[in-house]
């Protein structure tokens, strides 16, 4: 009876960490050009990279803060988070029975999103990766002028509380990428640097907080209402900010893993 109940116990011990390996699997992304919908009117170029399928999830958030204390909610520092970081965590070391491990962790600030990624050898993508992998659908890599999929990312930001949802919630993109639209909002290396002036956002030297404006300025397709709604949520964002509806996931180049 006990060899059964340890068999048992083993059984379902595998099956879980399985789920959770899963998360951190990662696609390859082929880089191309491509012209971003707001903050420059020329073409990006993108590299190879490799991008992680699902958001980083409560489960792997876990044991990044028990392996790294100062990002635990009662010892991080105000800098680096604000109040409501972590807030709807039980406590340190538990993100309460209400939470699914598998669902993407959110309240946590870029600070502490950039230094997961970097514990883990990988980054946080670029807006421009980020806006490159997520205009595909499930079979074409810019799926930007099809209506259903403008009306699907609209709906999602009508859906409440999605962000309880176990990541792989959504479809699975050309890439081979999940939940960029209809989970969590994500953050960016460069998530502020998106609605200021200028031919190009990287070269510009403008407030990056001074967002309003310069958007339809910039802007390829006016009437593009979803990345709007992104490039707007992002530039509105300070470092250190956490929200219940914002996670992320992380990103790794290729040339630096001889693939």
Excluded at 138 to 154: F, H, V
Excluded at 204 to 216: H, V, Y
Excluded at 240 to 253: A, K, P
Aim: glycine share 8%; with cysteine.
């Amino acid at each position: 009876m006990r060899t059964l109940t340890r068999l048992a116990i083993f059984i379902g011990i595998m099956i879980q960490s399985q789920a959770y390996s899963q998360s951190g699997s990662m696609a390859k992304v082929t880089g191309g050009e491509f012209i971003p919908l707001y903050g420059t009117k020329t073409e990006v170029v993108i590299g190879d990279f490799l991008m992680d399928v699902f958001p980083v999830t409560n489960e792997e958030f876990l044991r990044f803060v028990e392996e790294n204390p100062r990002w635990r909610k009662s010892q991080v520092k105000k800098l680096f988070a604000d109040d409501s970081y972590l807030d709807t965590w039980k406590d340190d070391l538990n993100f309460g029975e209400d939470k699914q491990g598998n669902a993407p962790v959110t309240n946590v600030s870029w600070y502490a999103a950039k230094n997961y990624c970097e514990c883990q050898g990988k980054r946080l993508p670029t807006v421009d990766e980020w806006e490159y992998v997520a205009m595909a659908n499930e079979k074409q890599p810019d799926a930007r002028t099809e209506k259903s999929y403008n009306q699907y990312i609209l709906s999602w930001y009508e859906t409440p509380r999605t962000y309880s949802n176990p990541v792989g919630s959504t479809f699975k993109n050309y890439w081979g990428v999940y939940d960029l639209h209809g989970l969590v909002w994500e953050w960016t290396s460069d998530f502020n640097s998106v609605m200021i002036g200028g031919e190009s956002r990287k070269d510009s030297t403008g407030d990056n907080n001074l967002f309003c404006g310069a958007a339809a300025v910039g802007a390829t397709d006016l009437m593009n209402y979803a990345a709007f709604m992104r490039y707007a949520f992002r530039g509105s964002m300070k470092a250190q900010f956490s929200t219940r509806n914002l996670g992320f996931r992380c990103v790794q180049d290729i040339e630096k893993l001889n693939l």
